[in-house]
């Protein structure tokens, strides 16, 4: 018996002697992963990727008791991969638009949890960071369901050189902020931004508070904390409580429960994955009669279903548009070649300004 138990034990040290040596390959090999993504803007989780990972590589296993195993092995090793990419992600520089608790602060921070924070005053600002090479990515709003599109994120987009590698869906609460021990009895004004303030009309006529507006809602939420007076209150997301030591003292007050911000990760460099399956085009077209049809009709015609179709006003040519475009499905393809080869037939202006994966939420 005591042999049968040596020789299962030098077994065991002889596999685990193998699978340091191919851990730590594997890891090398997480780090290029990683490299990669910051390159492209990218954020570590691709539970795509995993899900793939695991369902392949459990079809090694016959043994379906083992199977089970193996696959929370998988799972296991996965998750130290993820550990470690967070632990690279440290130096990456993220700019974004706004103060500290902002959404798009709570955006930025929830695509790259690990990654440095940096505040710009404006959407330019943030963008020409990455430019410049202050920052690796940038975290801008491109769309909101309830306001609509994010003009200046788009002009920026259209006649800029950055690309998108990522559209992250972030729903918005708005909430009753005021400070600590005071109640709702307390509150008479609210400040916040027009838009929250609209959003939360409703509410506000009921309540009968008295309004000022606010460059943005982090912003009247360091208003309410500094002047202390228990009888103003801010309208703001529970992240910015916290952070400016407020209470709660209504929650998702805003009107409508679908409030969602679309935010997009614009890098130097254009990422060419799997995981982004939807394609971004800029375009615009001839002036000539049904010229933007012939470009909507190209599109169908190679397979490629339109998501979104806007237009937006070029700002250096009085009564000229652009078009922004969103399709399921890449353009790296064959097939994808052939329909820009068209549409630059009918369009003045093509650009393939990058790819999502649609639907991702934060």
């Known amino acids: 018996m005591s042999n049968k138990l040596e020789e299962a034990r030098s077994i065991i040290n002889s596999v685990d002697e193998q699978m340091a040596k191919l851990f730590v390959e594997r890891m090398k090999a997480v780090k290029t992963v990683y490299e990669y993504k910051k390159e492209y803007g990218l954020p570590i989780l691709d539970q795509k990727r995993e899900n793939e990972v695991v369902k392949r590589n459990s079809t090694y296993v016959e043994d379906e008791i083992l199977k089970g195993y193996y696959i929370d ?3 296991n090793m996965m998750s130290v991969s993820r550990t470690y990419q967070h632990r690279l992600q440290n130096g990456l520089k993220v700019a974004y638009s706004g103060v500290e608790g902002a959404f798009a602060h709570i955006a930025s921070g929830r695509i790259f949890p690990s990654g440095n924070r940096v505040s710009y005053g404006d959407f330019k600002a943030a963008y020409d960071s990455v430019i410049k090479g202050e920052c690796d990515v940038a975290v801008l709003p491109i769309e909101n369901s309830y306001a609509g599109e994010v003009g200046q994120t788009m002009d920026l987009i259209f006649s800029g050189e950055l690309f998108i590698n990522g559209i992250y869906e972030l729903e918005i609460h708005q909430n009753l902020l005021g400070l600590q021990g005071a109640t709702i009895e307390d509150i008479k004004k609210v400040t916040s931004h027009p838009q929250a303030l ?8 009921m309540r009968k508070f008295e309004t000022e507006e606010a460059n943005n809602t982090a912003l009247a939420a360091k208003t309410v904390a500094e002047t202390n007076y228990k009888s103003l209150g801010a309208i703001a997301s529970l992240e910015t409580a916290e952070i400016f030591g407020l209470k709660v003292l209504e929650a998702n007050i805003n009107k409508s429960g679908e409030n969602t911000t679309r935010f997009v990760v614009l890098s130097k460099v254009r990422a060419n994955t799997v995981a982004l399956s939807s394609t971004v085009l800029m375009l615009t077209v001839k002036h000539e009669a049904g010229s933007l049809a012939n ?19 070029m700002r250096k040519h ?6 922004y475009i969103e399709i399921d499905g890449t353009v790296d393809s064959e097939n994808g070649q ?15 300004a990058g790819a999502f994966a649609p639907h991702t939420e934060i």
């Open 318 to 323: 009085s009564w000229q548009y652009y078009f």
């Open 198 to 205: 609209s959003q939360c009309h409703d509410y506000i006529e």
């Open 295 to 313: 470009a909507v009709s190209i599109i169908g015609q190679y397979g490629f279903n339109m998501t979104a179709l806007r237009s937006r006003p």
């Open 338 to 352: 052939k329909m820009l080869e068209e549409l630059k037939k009918v369009c003045d202006t093509v650009k393939v």
């Open 73 to 75: 092995f998988l799972k």
